[in-house]
């Protein structure tokens, strides 16, 4: 028996919840209005897009706030993988500011890295980057589930999830 149609494939993707993050960074928000050690203080957070900016009155102040906000990003379940966090700067009068990036999608060298990885185990699969995602197809179920067993077993650095499954 033939069958046709399309091939079962899925998509490897690395994507993060905005919910999630708009809930941490509430929570992180209410707790710095509640502390003592920042009572006074000109720290904030602000996001937009995939950036987050932390600004405060100086150093210590800012790490602070970083903490805090990682913290809650954890507590979420905010793979902290896909949370990039530049180096503060700091100005000559202590004002200091920090951008926290949270990556979204798989970008051009890490899809290489995977797919090379992918093709390294001999699986019957194709591979294909769409839209920073990669799309696996193969004849066989078995086969996709392989690839996914592999992929989960191994750390490539950014947070990887399973979508669109199909037979």
Known sequence: MFKSGPMPSFDIVSEIDK???DNAINQARKELAARF???GSTAK???EKNEINLSAEDGSHL?????ILVGKLAKRNID???VDRKDPAISPLGHATQKIVIKQGIEGEKAKEITKAIKATAAKVQCALQEMQIRVTGKKRDDLQGVIQFIRGKDFGVALSFKNFRD
């Open 19 to 21: 919910g999630e993050i």
């Open 37 to 39: 050690d920042f009572k």
């Open 45 to 47: 957070i602000e996001w």
């Open 63 to 67: 790490k602070g706030l970083e903490e």
């Open 80 to 82: 902290l993988r896909n």
